[in-house]
């Protein structure tokens, strides 16, 4: 099943990479694949270049669409064209999993409306003021949703895709799969230790 990740300029490195560890070493359940507007070379501030394919050659029913945070969702947030497109894929998606600020694009579609999410403490006020209508949690480490998984900081979308496993092939699987990475996955998505102000 494919693992679509959204890629764009100045997107956060473990947003991206620590999801892409887990769901890629489950190579009999998950095909994770990098998707960008445009294609070709994505690159972020810690100097990391991912070669992309165009959001346009995606399949109709992606698994899961995974949308990374960073500082590059203060301008993509403004970006109309990808906006649009991620709330088509996203419609077209089994689920929708969002990591830091990614949480503000998909706010941006009005597809959170009504719904439970959180974001990066850090940010919160800035991620939360692109969806005035989503019901923002400022205490939780990640919420679900529906097929929408939302979640904090940087590393907390890999206890977020450990949630997710856990969620569809049980707990003990996931566990598993965070004892192979040696990772001390925080269990509990109702609280962060970092809260937002």
């Known amino acids: 099943m494919e693992i679509a990740f ?5 997107y956060e490195t473990l ?8 769901f890629g070493r489950l190579v009999d359940f998950y095909s994770p694949k990098f998707y960008s507007m445009e294609g070709g070379i994505v690159k972020n501030r810690h100097g ?9 050659t995606i399949g109709n029913h992606p698994y899961v669409f995974l949308i990374p945070g960073g500082m590059g969702t203060r301008k993509e947030v403004d ?15 089994n689920f929708v999993l969002t990591v830091c600020t ?20 850090r940010a919160f006020s800035w991620a939360s003021s692109n969806g005035p209508e989503v019901i923002w949690d400022k205490e939780a480490r990640w919420k679900v949703d529906g097929k929408f998984y939302t979640s904090s900081g940087v590393s907390a979308g ?14 003990e699987f996931a566990k598993k799969v965070a004892t192979e990475i040696e990772y001390n996955w925080i269990e509990d998505k109702d609280y962060d230790t970092f809260k937002a102000k």
């Open 6 to 10: 959204l890629l764009f300029d100045d």
């Open 15 to 22: 947003d991206v990479y620590g999801p892409a560890e887990i």
């Open 48 to 56: 990391v270049s991912v070669m992309t394919e165009s959001l346009k």
């Open 79 to 93: 970006n109309s064209l990808l906006i649009n497109k991620i709330k088509e894929i996203s419609l077209n998606s």
């Open 102 to 121: 990614g949480s503000a694009l998909l706010a941006k579609t009005g597809l959170l409306d009504g719904k439970q999410a959180t974001s990066n403490k």
């Open 158 to 171: 890999m206890d977020m895709s450990l949630g997710f496993l856990a969620d569809r092939h049980g707990l």
